[in-house]
Each structure stands twice: as C-alpha cells, then as structure tokens.
C-alpha cells in the first residue's frame, strides 16, 4: 500500500490533526543506508516526523528536521516539502546495539544531549531556524516539545516504527495533534486526557489501521472535517549536473589534484547514496573550463 498523509480538523476548529503511513519511505532509507535495527527505527520516526511537518507546509515551502545528539548515529536529518516530497541522511548508519541489549533504545542511539533543529524555507529572503535542546532522544517527545516551546504550539507527536524478523521495516506512521487558537478548552482537554491513555502507535501500526484509522481512535466521538489526503514518496533532487557544480567549486588546482592523484573523482549522495563517477579525462576537462 502506498504511504501517504491524512490531515483533518475537529468540527469546531479546537483541533488539527494529521496522521501519516510511512511504511514504504521507511524502508527506503533503511535499504538506502544499510542502518542496522536500532538506526532504522531512529530514522524511520526522523522521516515519519518530516512527513508530519509536511502537512503543515504550502506552495513551494521546504522543511528539514536535523537531530544531532551524543549518541553513537550522531547526525540524522530529514527533508520534506508541500508536495510530500521525502529524504533523509544519517552519519553513522551502524548504532553496534545489540537487538537484546538493554540499550536497545532509539534514545541511546540518537543520545539524551543534543539539539533538534528545524529550518523552514518559507519563501523569504531567509530561512528561519529553530532549535530546541532534546528531551529524550525519542525524537516524537521532542519535536512536540519544540511546536510547544518555539512555535507556541500545544502539540502531541506519536511516531512508531515496526521491524520484520530480518529488520526490515514492516510498519511506519505517526500522528500529530495541535491546539489551535481559541479553541474549546473542553474539547482539547478531553484530546489531552485521551491521549495521555493512548496505546503505543506501534500496536495501531501492527492492526494495519489507515491514518484515517488512527485519527479515528483519537477522535472517536467528536465530529472532524476538511479530510484531505496527500501521497508520500521517497525524492532525492540530486541530479550528475547538480553534483559536477559541486566539483567545479572546488577550483582548478584540486580539480588536477583530484585527477592525478585519483584518477578522477566519485561524489556520494548524503541523501539517496547515489554515486556519481566522473573520469580524469572529465575532471581535466572541468578544470580547463575555469580558464
């Protein structure tokens, strides 16, 4: 089944609320990047995450969500757009915790200390960014906790990834879940008690429930409306033009270094791990064209 974004509003306007299927993106990056069980549900949540945001963007607008923490996957960072558009990276693919060790957590691997960043290309002459110190290295707490904090935004961020029997990812969603202005205090508060009993999204994730589903779980007597989907799809913008800019920056004398003392050059891909091979005879070519 395809992954794709469902987002609804309560009746009254108290409520927003989006939920995602990410099954299929998540394995993605999980082939792309050769993670091992603990990296692929940090990376899984980070990319259901970003898909989240993504349902609060419009027209040309772009998000990245960008973890660095102590652990031992140190870097993972996640892009969307409007479009539901999705990629990620992460720096050290391999967390080496056992599957049946007690630090077997997404915490431990993304570390307690650390920082979520959040830059949005709005469209403006900059891009804004936000940071907020992590929680807990779960990355659905923190990211709720930064729309709470730097956004001004009561939020409730579940995100939930499954594993098979040789890690590959079998389920993927997530749902967020934000107080609007001057909204029923009732209403929301009912939500909030809701959800504090709420059962782990992973055992939804397992019963094969729709975003739809889930959302319907959440809300189950009070009316929604506006449903809107939005198809979700794995998309890396880096193209061999792109990547041969890249290298022209680097100026003629490394362009000759990079040809004879390696005989050319290969660029990879952070994102999709798409290796780009340019041969000495083209870095040489390159490096003449600058004059």
Avoid: W
């Avoid at 974004?5 to 082939?31: F, H, K, P, Q, W």
Wanted: glycine share 10%.
């Amino acid at each position: 089944m395809n992954d794709y974004l469902a987002r609804m509003l309560t009746e009254d306007g108290s409520l927003r609320a989006i939920a995602v299927r990410t099954t299929v993106l998540a394995e993605e990056c999980r082939r792309r990047h050769g993670t091992d069980p603990v990296a692929t549900l940090a990376l899984g949540r980070l990319v259901t995450g970003a898909a989240l945001c993504g349902g609060l963007l419009k027209g040309e607008q772009r998000l990245a969500l960008v973890v660095e923490g102590d652990g031992p996957l140190r870097r993972l960072m996640a892009e969307t757009d409007a479009e539901g558009r999705v990629r990620a990276s992460v720096k050290c693919p391999v967390s080496h915790l056992a599957a049946t060790s007690a630090d077997y957590t997404v915490s431990n691997a993304v570390g307690k200390s650390g920082f979520l960043h959040v830059v949005k290309d709005l469209g403006l002459k900059e891009a804004y960014r936000g940071s907020v110190r992590l929680q807990s290295g779960e990355i659905g707490e923190d990211l709720a906790y930064y729309f709470t904090v730097s956004e001004q935004t009561p939020s409730s961020v579940a995100l939930g990834v499954c594993l098979g029997a040789t890690g590959e990812v079998s389920a993927a969603g997530g749902f967020l879940v934000q107080a609007l202005p001057d909204g029923d205090e009732g209403i929301v508060a009912a939500v909030e008690r809701r959800l504090r009993e709420f059962p782990p999204l992973t055992s939804l994730l397992k019963r094969d429930l729709t975003p739809e589903g889930i959302l319907g779980e959440i809300f189950s007597d009070i009316p929604l409306r506006g449903r809107e989907t939005l198809e979700l799809s794995f998309h890396c913008g880096c193209r061999r033009q792109r990547i041969r800019g890249i290298l022209l920056a680097l100026g003629k004398e490394e362009l000759r270094r990079l040809a004879e003392e390696e005989n050319g050059a290969a660029v990879t891909c952070e994102f999709c791990r798409e290796v780009y091979a340019f041969s000495r005879e083209e870095v040489l070519r390159m490096a003449e064209s600058l004059g």
